[in-house]
């Protein structure tokens, strides 16, 4: 049995990962400071004896120390993700990425732990080679325009793993996750899929923004989380950068149109400038498609999942979770238990 630290453990790729990691018998903790995971997320773990929960920040360095020291391996997903909460938080943005991640991996550095790196296909920013493969430039906006300092910040948390790597033999893995989507994904902070099927459901205007011709590639979360693990188990990845996704491509606008087919909704399809829908001068990137060559040549590793089943389970996920608050008096108790009970000695 493997002790796993998962930081970002209760957000939604997290809390997917942390049941794949139980499932297959490890032990595992998790800090997260629910500023985007969800104590609903990870309820259904807390009555495992394997799963230890506590709620802080990793730039707490004394919850995170003792985790990191007792952990034999490491998955960093802790981080501020999502369009609208990056706009609206720039300075939580870049001192949770880049202070957090230093955390991270001084104290995997120091402990000699492996350790692997969610990072994200916006450190391409908006290069408009397709598909995107590891070695390729990044481009970004200038800085004036806060969109881009997600990119930079988890492009100097690669930066960051591979010279510790390099320079004092930390056992680094990173992964730059491509558009995940499944159940628990909520479109509270900007995510399309679960968006477009909850307005749907409701029979609201489904809302897409710009032109609706910028294009993206959706993989469900279980394909992801199956690439991660598959990683983390082989030695040749070390030291190594690594695009997961789907390279299954299609434009919003289309997107739109199939979760609206798929849902049998009477939703109309508006359309909402950018500037209107974020901010004033807001810039996107027209296609954002992955190799997976790299990755299916070490692990072999493809997508399992199309986007037609993603949608439809994403569908039927949703259906069971737009309920009426009810659901609340229940939240706010299991985030008071977790709060007296959860934290990690």
């Known amino acids: 049995m493997s002790k796993v630290l998962v930081t970002g453990g209760a957000g939604f790729i997290g809390s997917h990962l942390c049941e794949a990691l139980l499932q297959r018998g490890d032990q595992v903790f998790v800090i997260d400071d629910l500023s985007t ?12 004896k394997h799963f230890h929960l506590t709620i802080g920040s990793i730039l707490d360095l004394s919850r995170l120390e003792p985790l990191i020291r007792r952990a034999d391996v490491i998955f960093h997903l802790a981080a501020v993700v999502g369009v609208q909460k990056i706009i609206d938080a720039p300075v939580e943005t870049i001192e949770t990425n880049i202070l957090g991640s230093h955390n991270v991996l001084s104290q995997a550095a120091r402990y000699g732990k492996l350790c692997l790196v969610a990072s994200t296909s916006e450190v391409y920013g908006k290069s408009k080679k397709v598909p995107f493969t590891e070695d390729d430039d990044a481009v970004y906006g200038p800085t004036n325009k806060s969109r881009w300092s997600y990119a930079c910040s988890k492009a100097i948390d690669e930066f960051l793993a591979l010279a510790y790597c390099n320079a004092q033999g930390l056992p680094v893995i990173i992964a730059r996750l491509f558009n995940t989507t499944g159940p628990r994904q909520t479109g509270r902070y900007g995510m399309v899929l679960p968006r477009f099927v909850d ?16 294009t993206r590639c959706f993989a469900d979360v279980s394909d992801v989380v199956r ?14 950068v690594f695009n997961i996704g789907n390279p299954q491509e299609i434009s919003i606008y289309q997107l739109a149109k199939l979760v609206k087919r798929l849902a049998d909704s009477d939703s109309e399809i508006r359309m909402i400038p950018y500037d209107e829908a974020y901010q004033p ?49 229940v939240t706010a108790a299991l985030q008071s238990q977790s709060l007296r009970a959860g934290v990690v000695e």
């Open 281 to 329: 001068g807001f810039e996107d990137m027209e296609r954002r498609v992955p190799s997976i060559e790299k990755i299916f040549r070490l692990v072999g590793y493809r997508p399992r999942l199309k986007l037609r089943e993603i949608i439809s389970h994403m569908i039927e996920s949703r259906r069971g979770e737009l309920v009426t608050t009810e659901a609340l008096p």
């Open 227 to 240: 690439a991660l693990l598959t990683l983390m188990e082989h030695p040749k990845a070390i030291g190594q």
């Open 199 to 214: 307005q749907a459901l409701r029979s609201e205007p489904i809302t897409v923004f710009g032109n609706g011709h910028q």
């Open 37 to 48: 995971g969800r104590i609903e997320n990870i309820a259904h773990l807390q009555d495992n």
